[in-house]
């Protein structure tokens, strides 16, 4: 331990920083695993407007970071062998709003069921407040877009914002502070009667 790395380090923080990384450790959240509400009826149709490249190459095939890599069991989806940022880019279902990604619906559909199956709540990268962020936004696109969201999905939905909603990144401040508040007002919405 370095007195002086830390101090470095510390004092350019903002004190919501730092109060807010001590709060997770103190405080650690558990998953809130109630049934989700009814989603909300749509009124007029979605207008995608920015379309991102496709990364699904098969139903467990991806490519992020110009790296290809598969997802074929559970330990695949937090696999240590694995860049972070790799992970964490499986984690966001970017590919749900990709180009031409309704060619890929099968796939879109068979991941998030596997999703949902494994990986628990609360549990690896994917519920990382920022991954779920994406994912959450990603998630009701796809959904704003015609696709159909099975009950499990949906619930899954919902805990996944009710995670978020305790997990905000208030310690890194910026884009993810964005990214978070950005996911809970997509889920606010798409829950609201």
Not at 152 to 160: C, E, F, G, N
Request: glycine residues 6%.
């Amino acid at each position: 331990m370095n007195p002086a790395r830390y101090f470095h380090t510390l004092r350019h923080l903002r004190p919501v920083q730092i109060t807010g990384r001590l709060w997770h450790r103190v405080n650690p959240a558990k998953p809130d695993l109630r049934a989700a509400p009814s989603p909300s009826l749509v009124a007029g149709q979605w207008a995608t407007t920015v379309e991102r490249p496709a990364s699904m190459l098969a139903a467990d095939a991806f490519r992020f970071l110009a790296v290809i890599g598969q997802v074929r069991n559970a330990v695949d989806w937090n696999h240590p062998a694995r860049e972070k940022l790799w992970l964490y880019n499986l984690h966001y279902f970017d590919d749900l709003n990709g180009v031409a990604a309704a060619e890929r619906t099968a796939w879109h559909r068979a991941l998030l069921a596997r999703w949902v199956a494994e990986n628990p709540p609360g549990v690896g990268n994917g519920w990382e407040p920022y991954p779920s962020s994406l994912r959450i936004v990603n998630w009701i696109k796809w959904w704003l877009a015609g696709n159909v969201l099975e009950l499990a999905w949906v619930d899954s939905l919902a805990v996944q914002a009710r995670w978020l909603r305790r997990h905000i990144e208030w310690h890194l401040l910026g884009n993810h502070l964005f990214v978070n508040a950005k996911a809970l007002v997509f889920a606010g919405l798409f829950f609201c009667r």
